[in-house]
């Protein structure tokens, strides 16, 4: 089982709709979780980040986080051609040394079509 | 000023060329990291210093030697790569080895010929 895991897609949502993604991870020791956006050839951009079970909110987007169900997803209001892109999901993981280590899913692409 | 800088943007190098990538941040983050990402692959972690010193190598080969001269800056030297070493090498940065936001530079892509 990997530790991080997500759906590799491609999801294809039309324009204005709400894209959904998901991840799963392993380490119930796992304390903060994180989405990064990865355009096509370039590096990725943290976007979202949560702690605590419950729903944040960031302007059109939205993390989820079920610790007890092992489970992150971010929501997407209003997709918009532009968040075409993967999604990465990671996954805080503090090993022996205590030294900060980021578990990073497979990646979800999302295609968002006019 | 969230920025990572990295240079340069791609190179191309020879089997046997020794070459540096170069990494920059002018946040204040005591934590760097250098990662190598594979075309359709998530990032893999290479290297961790936190305070100038380094923290974390993740088993990887000689031939990728990481540096930290000071705070700021974070160099990887290259040395005798293979064809497969080819990818987009990404520095990251965070407030400290604990914090667990990291803030990754544009990447330099790599071709091994």
């Known amino acids: 089982q990997k530790e991080v895991e997500q759906n590799s897609g491609p999801l294809s949502v039309p324009e204005g709709a709400i894209a959904s993604l998901n991840c799963t991870y392993s380490?119930?020791?796992?304390?903060?979780f994180f989405w990064y956006r990865q355009y096509s050839g370039k590096s990725p951009e943290l976007i979202m980040s949560?702690?605590?079970?419950g729903d944040k909110e960031d302007g059109r987007f939205t993390a989820q986080l079920n610790k007890a169900s092992q489970y992150v997803s971010l929501l997407i209001r209003d997709s918009q051609p532009s968040d075409s892109a993967t999604y990465l999901c990671?996954?805080?993981?503090?090993?022996?040394?205590?030294?900060?280590?980021?578990?990073f899913g497979a990646g979800t692409r999302l295609a968002v079509h006019p | 000023d969230t920025e990572v800088t990295q240079t340069p943007k791609h190179l191309v190098m020879g089997m046997t060329n020794k070459k540096s990538l170069k990494c920059e941040q002018h946040?204040?983050?005591?934590?760097m990291y250098w990662y190598k990402q594979k075309a359709k692959k998530p990032p893999e972690l290479m290297f961790v210093?936190?305070?100038?010193?380094?923290?974390i190598n993740e088993s990887v080969p000689s031939r990728f030697s990481p540096e930290c001269p000071n705070s700021s800056l974070l160099n990887l030297h290259l040395h005798a790569l293979q064809p497969e070493d080819s990818a987009l090498y990404l520095c990251?940065?965070?407030?400290?080895?604990?914090?667990?936001?990291?803030?990754f530079g544009p990447g330099t892509r790599l071709t091994v010929t």
């Open positions: 990251a940065s965070s407030q400290e080895s604990r914090a667990y936001e990291q803030y």
């Open positions: 380490d119930r020791g796992s304390q903060s």
């Open positions: 949560i702690y605590s079970n």
């Open positions: 990671a996954v805080n993981r503090v090993p022996a040394g205590g030294y900060n280590k980021l578990i």
């Open positions: 946040m204040g983050h005591r934590a």
């Open positions: 210093y936190s305070y100038e010193k380094l923290s």
